[in-house]
């Protein structure tokens, strides 16, 4: 009876923080309409949406991958470039680059049924590249008489950006969307599948779990949602380079801000961002091209703090904290 009444006070604070974090967010874009402070949210919200895609995959799955930033790369790429080379409707850009990053998810989740741990990680990388080295290759256009595409990269056409402020409210949408999408995941059906996978993927299949079925479901949503924070990366900004749309630095942001906010957790990417997307823009834009290997230093130097302080991330430590002192005082006052 305690413990579930302890549950229940902290789920209530917990949705009241929660109710008053959104309220905070939806009215910042009218009272406080800063360009610097909706940029840089604008930036963490994009990074919350595909570290929540990533988080499916690495964190609920177990399928460590460093090659994320493809389905990304294939959202932007499918907008701006196909818009511009070939004329195509946005509305078709964006169908086509989930199209093709379904397709590349399924081919993933095939690779993941022979190659577990480190070697599936690297052979994420590998697709990664040979997907950049494709965009810098075949990509090549002639716009206002001008070559443009491949490695020179592909200016977004204007008539394709949205208001800062609509990119802002869009962005945090498909965050609050995709973070209820994965506290459902924990209490399905699905979402046990999953973690059970992660655990032991080996016991899983021997006690009836289509491994392969559910390794594939939770690849494509995870494309998905990668794919939209591409959409809107390049409904933000003016030009598109593959050797960062395509970066594996991209691929690496995505990977810290779920293991920092805690990839196990539903609200963990978003908490994530939060901590890391500002500190990391601020880091490239202010030292990035005085102090070159900066942004890959804080990175690792990170990564490896997490791993050795708080391998789960810093949800989970707050969660078990809180509930031991809401237990302590309750059983203190009987």
Known sequence: MAGSRIREIGIKKARLFAFIVIIAFLLLPFIYPRVLIMRTLNTTFIYAVCAIGWALVGGYTGLFSLGHSAFFGLGAYCLAWLYLAYGVHPIIGILLGIGSSVILACGIALISARLRGVYFALSTIGILLVLMYVMRTFTYFEWRGAPSGGGIGVPVAPELMLPLSTSYLLSFGIVLLGTYF????EKSKFGHYLIAIREDEDVAASLGVPVLKYKTIATIISSVFATIG??????????LNPDLTFSLDRSIDMLIIAVLGGSGTFIG????ALIWAPLIEYVRWNWGATYIGLPKILSGTVLLLIFLISPTGIVPPIQRKFLKRKKHGMIKNA
């Open 230 to 239: 591409g959409f809107i990366f390049a409904s933000s900004t003016f030009h």
């Open 182 to 185: 994965l506290y459902k995941v």
């Open 269 to 272: 990417p978003f908490v994530g």
